[in-house]
Structure formats: structure tokens, C-alpha cells
């Protein structure tokens, strides 16, 4: 009897300390390592090496979080409108997440400046949203992260003062990156939405 409630005691242990992971699934392999202490103290940008596993989320946070004022990696997207050259920055958003930055709705907020005057001018303009993703995740959960960040977009547009019947949301997903480097640079470039304008 006292084997059996040893047993059945170790059972319950090992399952209590195993646990159960909360991550959601976008796709991530599970046998994924976190890194080394060193590795988490660098948070510089560099390439993965073949064979290397890492933590992902992890990867993208250091990236994320280490800008130091730099937007040098966002995507300048140009229009034709009537004519005229405009030229508007992309907005772009950390790993898994489609909620604007503080330093991104300065972005959405300059775009809106640029953008309001023409649609005054040209009732017939319209705002082609056009929100993207990294490669990380199916094809399916980056085709709705990429529709709920263009919608991140629009609703700052609309909260401006642009009428929401002249904006058109489309997701891409991962279909369409601008950079094509395994880096977590290059990822974060992905991460985006583009502002196009549609006379």
C-alpha cells in the first residue's frame, strides 16, 4: 500500500511541476530554447545562425524594445495624387501585437496630417490600409493579424477626423515582406501597415 501511495504521489508531482504552457499558437516550434544569459544581455541585431534555436518572442522583444529613438527601419510607401508625389511613412508593430506604439501614432498622426488636406480637396480619394506580417506564424493567423493591424490604423485615422467610408482595410499577411533577410530586423520591417492613397 505504501508503494502504491508513492507512486500515485510522484504521478501528481511530476504533473504539477510539469505544467502547462499559455503561449498561443501563431506557429512557433514548441521545442524552442530560451537563450543563454548572454544572449539575453546582447540585444543587438544580428543574423540567426544554421542550426541555432532560439526563443523567438524573446528575440523580437530585445529588438523591439532597443530602438533608441531610430525609425531608420520604417517603410516609406509613395502615392500618384494628381500628380503630386506623397510620400507616407508605414506604421509598424511588435512581434504578435497590432496595438500602436506611442512613437507609431506620431507616425499615424503625420500621415493624417498629409492625408486630411487631400481628402478635403477629393472626395473621390481613398485610403488603402494594407497590413502586413513576419514569416513567423500560419498562414491564417498572419492574414488576421495583419487585417486586425490595418484596423489599428483605420481607427486612428477615423479618430482624427477622416471619415471611415474612404478607408479600405486589406491584409496581406506574410505574403508581402520588404525585407527577406532571416534577421530580427528584417521582421520587424515586416511588421507593418502601409498607407497608400487611391485617387
Known sequence: MKKLTLVVMSLVLVLFTAGCSSKKDVGFDATSKTKT????????????????????????DAI????????????????????????????HFAFDKYKLSNEMLVIAKDNYKIINP?????????????????????????????????????????SDGINPNS????SFGESNPICHDKTSLCWKKNRRVDYKLLP
Do not use: F
Open 37 to 60: 544569459n548572454n544572449q539575453a544581455k546582447d540585444k543587438s541585431v544580428s543574423p540567426l545562425k544554421k542550426g541555432e534555436v532560439v526563443n523567438v518572442k524573446d528575440n523580437m
Open 64 to 91: 523591439d524594445n532597443n530602438t533608441n529613438g531610430d525609425l531608420s527601419y520604417v517603410n516609406v510607401v509613395e502615392s500618384n495624387v494628381n500628380g503630386k508625389v506623397v510620400k507616407l511613412r508605414s506604421v
Open 118 to 158: 487631400l481628402v478635403n480637396d477629393n472626395a473621390n480619394l481613398k485610403i488603402k490600409l494594407e497590413g502586413n506580417c513576419d514569416e513567423w506564424g500560419t498562414d491564417e493567423y498572419n492574414y488576421a493579424l495583419g487585417l486586425k493591424r490595418a484596423k489599428s490604423a483605420k481607427d486612428k485615422l477615423v
Open 167 to 170: 478607408i479600405v482595410l486589406v
